[in-house]
């Protein structure tokens, strides 16, 4: 799935395949405590927290890995614990789910929470 015509978080869940899911449900876990379910919606065709037009974080599952959008400030302030990771400018990329860093998104997540100085969910 590159981009995803869901109407909602919910319905593009349901595409996801089945391995990934549970990674998924778990990086989505994080995002709506980090952001809250108001900050929840599809932007760009994957889910995504914050403002619609310009979300803050988005997420992704493309056909060779998931994709976490998080933005190059989160980036730079992790870059040591992003070494052995592949990553982008603002983006980090698993290719198998089950080597997803859940401590180190939990902390990016929070990173960007008080940079765009969000109430905690």
Same mark, same amino acid.
């Given at each position: 799935?590159?981009?995803?015509? @869901?109407?909602?978080?919910? &319905? ?5 395949? $089945?391995?990934?899911? %549970? @990674?998924? &449900?778990?990086?989505? @876990? ?14 760009? +065709?994957?889910? #995504?927290? +914050? %403002? %619609?037009?310009?979300? =803050? ?9 998931? @994709? ?5 400030? #989160? ?8 070494? &052995?990771? &592949?990553? +982008?400018?603002?983006?980090?990329? =698993? ?10 998104? #939990? ?12 109430? $905690?969910?």
């Amino acid at each position: 799935m590159v981009q995803s015509k @869901a109407a909602n978080v919910d &319905d593009f869940m349901q595409e996801v395949a $089945p391995e990934r899911r %549970p @990674a998924l &449900d778990q990086l989505r @876990a994080l995002c709506l405590r980090a952001f809250g379910p108001e900050s929840e919606c599809m932007a760009f +065709g994957m889910p #995504a927290y +914050g %403002p %619609p037009k310009l979300p =803050w974080i988005a997420f992704n599952s493309q056909k060779q890995h998931i @994709a976490f959008y998080v933005g190059q400030t #989160a980036m730079d302030a992790f870059s040591a614990r992003l070494a &052995d990771i &592949d990553h +982008g400018k603002g983006c980090v990329r =698993w290719r198998r789910p089950d080597k997803m860093d859940f401590d180190l998104i #939990a902390d990016m997540l929070e990173h960007v929470r008080l940079s765009t100085k969000q109430d $905690p969910a």
